[in-house]
């Protein structure tokens, strides 16, 4: 793919800085659960927040680590940075509008690797796409890869939740005010952002001038 231009190269080492950001405030969450006993790891690798940021973290040092190396991503990594980008917008946008400020009942930590996973990398990731150079452009149908993992983790949550009682997060919980209508609604509302913020992804790719190496898939 040839060597790739300084630009291509300072994205690349800009996305593993941040991956290892996310990567460390993970451990950073688990070591102060640890030392507090409050680490329960059936409950902490459960919510979509952290397993959407284990991937960001493959995502941003796999991805830093090719743009450092080729003028553009191959379509196999843009296809996961679209899914991670949908994912992080989604994760920010839920917890900012519907969780932030809602009182815990049970251990509050260290915040600032909150504040990382919810705020900080969903703006980066954003950012990356749409500016970062070497953006290959992607098919439609991506966007069923993008919507495909968050129903299956709503799938199983919602089982799990039946069998154990413990739901991640409030609006999942049918047993609250709204019952199982407002846990549909909810859903439904999330899966349709999700296929949204896709569909806008792959509309940039597609539609809007890439940099230098980009390439424009059927």
Not at 44 to 54: D, E, N
Request: glycine share 12%.
């Amino acid at each position: 793919m040839g060597a790739p231009p300084t630009l291509r190269r300072t994205t690349g080492i800009l996305r593993v800085l941040v991956g290892l950001l996310v990567l460390a405030a993970i451990v950073t969450q688990i070591s102060d659960q640890l030392v507090n006993d409050a680490f329960v790891p059936e409950e902490y690798f459960g919510y979509f927040t952290i397993q959407t940021s284990l991937m960001n973290i493959v995502a941003l040092i796999a991805g830093g680590a090719f743009a450092m190396r080729n003028t553009r991503d191959a379509e196999p990594l843009a296809s996961v940075r679209l899914c991670v980008v949908a994912y992080a917008a989604v994760t920010g946008g839920v917890y900012n509008v519907l969780l932030r400020g809602i009182p815990s009942d049970g251990f509050v930590g260290i915040q600032w690797p909150n504040e990382v996973m919810h705020v900080g990398v969903p703006v980066f990731l954003a950012l990356d796409w749409l500016f970062a150079p070497g953006r290959s452009a992607l098919p439609w149908n991506r966007i069923w890869l993008a919507v495909s993992y968050p129903l299956a983790w709503v799938g199983f949550t919602l089982v799990r939740g039946a069998v154990n009682g413990w739901y991640p997060y409030p609006f999942l919980e049918p047993g609250g005010a709204a019952g199982w209508g407002g846990v549909a609604v909810h859903v439904l509302g999330i899966a349709l952002l999700i296929v949204g913020l896709a569909a806008a992804a792959i509309g940039t790719s597609r539609f809007t001038p890439g940099a230098v190496g980009t390439v424009r898939s059927p």
